[in-house]
């Protein structure tokens, strides 16, 4: 039996109750003879709860205490979780970022991480303790100074340390009990991965299915980390993010979703000349707001019309930006509409099976939905629409790529 | 200038507009040209908050997860303080235990301070920053773990911190304004001293002054650190506690205390022989019952009476030991008497005037009060009496003593 690590998120360990549940999943893992090491996040509204105070202090606050507050909600977290386990009989330690020797790139609330000293948890495993680590921080050793990873930032960390620890598997327990070929509420029919392939997840993941975030999956594809999502509510196998296998290259469409969170910038009239999309998207991206999708028609009488998507809470920034730029470079007018939404086929099998854009093309126009913008990868093809035909293209589509 | 340490308690630190009291006073001591270092307790309510989750898991929790937890109280309180000034245009940092070198000797929930390296703090105040510090906490670095010093270990921090940068003065805030010849509310004409002896403090402190914990005072005594106390509401002068002088020594008593948290145990008709005092008071010390008040009564007939006094709350436990010590040893009985307090007169000036205690227990006698038990030392008396007669002696000691 080798090492499983396990995650726990805000939700599974938001009450004294809800840590029992958890410490239960802990113990039986523990029973089945592994050796276990566990990273938790902060009790579910901790988090939010330490940011409101500091913002009500300061909206423009220092990155540097923001880390120094934070870490503390997975700080407290942590020996909670252990505490319950002792009180069970089994034995435990909590271990700060510090502790379990979690070294970050020093640059605040958003840090990378660079290394994981493991030497603590392989001690304390091998005097056959559960390790209940923080997620979400780490400490710089230049400066002995607290980084957090950002949000998501625990799932990272257990994906990191089952890398350090060269771990059997990562098992993320969440709130729901796997990846779906679509969202359950939008499609009866949705169902379960068994598996799923790390570029796929990570399509999945940027295109705004919630379950794990891109760095994890990234952290995992890189160090050939098998990561498991499981629910921490209910018993059932979930689904395993795994390196692609040739079963998963029959399937052509492996999931269906939406992103209803964006919102569509065009700039008309643009003339056609070089550096102009260079200024544009530098003006946006010193503005901090990522753009997704970007589509230029192609040049009439030396002008272009150039389209680019955003989140929809950057909609208003993003427009004030591109008037000003407008102005500057000779564009026509800046148009804006928040009644968009992203619909996505995600697929390994779409690399050896021709012809599924064109379908999905098809579909959508026998629906009468209107393409505004198309663009493709190896494994995916996305379609902005308008935001009231979302559901009904994510419908039609499951239906007819995986359910067939 | 030198550099000031300014410690404030939880209450201080107990909301968000309280903080902001706090760095206006710690604005004020930097723009008179003092190099700055602060210490801070947890926000008010923000430790039981976290003991109560850790006893509704187990009330014979671990003595190192119950560090591993608590301390996050006071490392979020600091970068919260550390921002408002901030904000106010002074440039601060917070610093936890492990970040301004804060060694301690590794034994969990009530360590002891073994360095402090203060290399941190000096390069901090270098660049003009105010640090404030997480107080209560240290790292024991032969195992990285977390120590907490005990409850009132943010003023230890502080006189520590003091120690070890040859600061000027430790400014101890708190919610009252100095250090008073009785508690105010007990006897009308109590009076603030404007200085009071390391030697008087240390008597008041274990007495049940509640303003000051011995440990910090004893420490301020050993490394000459001039102690302070002053509030965080109002700008007053507040009490120095310093070396002894002249001056105080013309003062026979400095003030006078009663502590109500008091209950007496007696063992009756105890065979009077070697030893057997020490199998009655390990016993109580293993089971961590702290016994104040000793007495033990002439023998007669080869028995004799022993008493002892110890915290109320401690009383059953005490009772509970007692019993089964008396069958071993053969005692006849156990009386336990909840109905007590200590009263106290506390002064230096005793050591150069005769007659001290022979005017205190005439006084209490012409009251009509019954001595329980009597204790001295050189510089205070203090006598167990009925709990009812407590306000009465001391109001009637300190008319007699104080404002004479």
Known sequence: MGIVVMKFGGTSVGSLERIRNVANIIAKKKDEGHDVVVTVSAMAGETDRLINLLKEIDEDFSPREYDQLVHTGETASSPLVAQTLISMGYPAVSLTGYQF?????GSYSKSRIL????????????????CICAGFQGVDPKTDDINTLGRGGSDTTAVA??????????????????????D??????????????YNEMLELASLGAKVLQSRCVELGMNHDVDILVLSSLEEKPGTLVTKEDEEMEQVVVTGVVSDKNQAKITLTEVPDSPGIASTIFNKIAAENINVDVIVQNVSKEGNTDLSFTVQKTDLIRAKDVCSQVAKEIGAKEVLADGDIAKVSIVGVGMRSHSGVAAKMFTLLAEMGVNLMMITTSEIKVSCVVEEKYSELAVRTLHEAFVEE
């Open 101 to 105: 020797g979690m070294i970050t790139d």
């Open 161 to 182: 340390i089952a890398a350090a620890l060269k771990a059997t598997v990562c098992e993320i327990y969440t709130d729901v009990d796997g990846i779906y070929t679509a």
């Open 184 to 197: 359950p509420r939008i499609v009866k029919n949705a169902k379960k991965l068994d598996k799923i392939s």
């Open 115 to 130: 290394d994981i000293k493991a030497d603590r948890i392989f001690k304390e495993l091998e005097k056959g303790k559960i």
